[in-house]
T-cell receptor, first 111, second 115 residues
Framework: RKEVEQDPGPFNVPEGATVAFNCTYS??????FFWYRQDCRKEPKLLMS???SGNEDGRFTAQLNRASQYISLLIRDSKLSDSATYLC????????????FGTGTRLKVLA | EAGVVQSPRYKIIEKKQPVAFWCNPI?????LYWYRQNLGQGPELLIR????????DSQLPKDRFSAERLKGVDSTLKIQPAELGDSAVYLC?????????????FGQGTRLTVV
């Protein structure tokens, strides 16, 4: 089993739709979680960190479910510009500070 | 503030040839990462440095790959000899080791094509 798993998609949704992605992780000791956005042929850029209590940034909401070991990203009112690959990253706390990435989920927002 | 700088942006080489990539992290970032990203996949860690010390290189194919971070700032990643399967994007990232929620910042990457 991979340490971090995501559904690769693609998720094709119409403009204005709400879409959600999940990301599961295998290390129960993991402490830090992130969602990155990667546009085609570009580097990953941080979208948002995921806090234990959940957090929201405009149309984006991130949540953590420790019991089931997954994080989620909800995008409301999708825009064409949201089309990208969304990577989740987990930073296991075992005295190390490395980021383990999932394969990414491709989102296409259609006009 | 300047971000993570990588060069070259693109490299095409013939198999069995050597190749080197260079990375300059964000000023003050003590942790530096080299990732490899294949098409349709997420970044996979090759090696991680804390200052000048390589603290995690378990995923680095040591028979052909080498890396160094002299003086704990810039880093180079070398492949010798390159194989067709090494074609990928090589991403450098850096972060501050201050707290658990510190993010990693990526450079634009070097796209390597081995022919």
């Amino acid at each position: 089993r991979k340490e971090v798993e995501q559904d690769p998609g693609p998720f094709n949704v119409p403009e204005g739709a709400t879409v959600a992605f999940n990301c599961t992780y295998s290390n129960s000791a993991s402490q830090s979680f992130f969602w990155y956005r990667q546009d085609c042929r570009k580097e990953p850029k941080l979208l948002m960190s995921v806090y234990s209590s959940g957090n929201e940034d405009g149309r984006f909401t991130a949540q953590l479910n420790r019991a089931s070991q997954y994080i989620s990203l909800l995008i409301r009112d999708s825009k064409l510009s949201d089309s990208a690959t969304y990577l989740c990253a987990v930073r296991p706390y075992s005295g190390t500070y490395k980021y383990i990435f999932g394969t990414g989920t491709r989102l296409k927002v259609l006009a | 503030e300047a971000g993570v700088v990588q060069s070259p942006r693109y490299k095409i080489i013939e198999k069995k040839q050597p190749v080197a990539f260079w990375c300059n992290p964000i000023s003050g970032h003590n942790t530096l990462y080299w990732y490899r990203q294949n098409l349709g996949q997420g970044p996979e860690l090759l090696i991680r440095y804390e200052n000048e010390e390589a603290v995690d290189d378990s995923q680095l194919p040591k028979d052909r790959f080498s890396a160094e971070r002299l003086k704990g700032v810039d880093s180079t990643l070398k492949i010798q000899p390159a194989e067709l399967g090494d074609s990928a994007v090589y991403l450098c990232a850096s972060s501050l080791r201050t707290d658990l929620n510190t993010e990693a910042f990526f450079g634009q990457g070097t796209r390597l094509t081995v022919v």
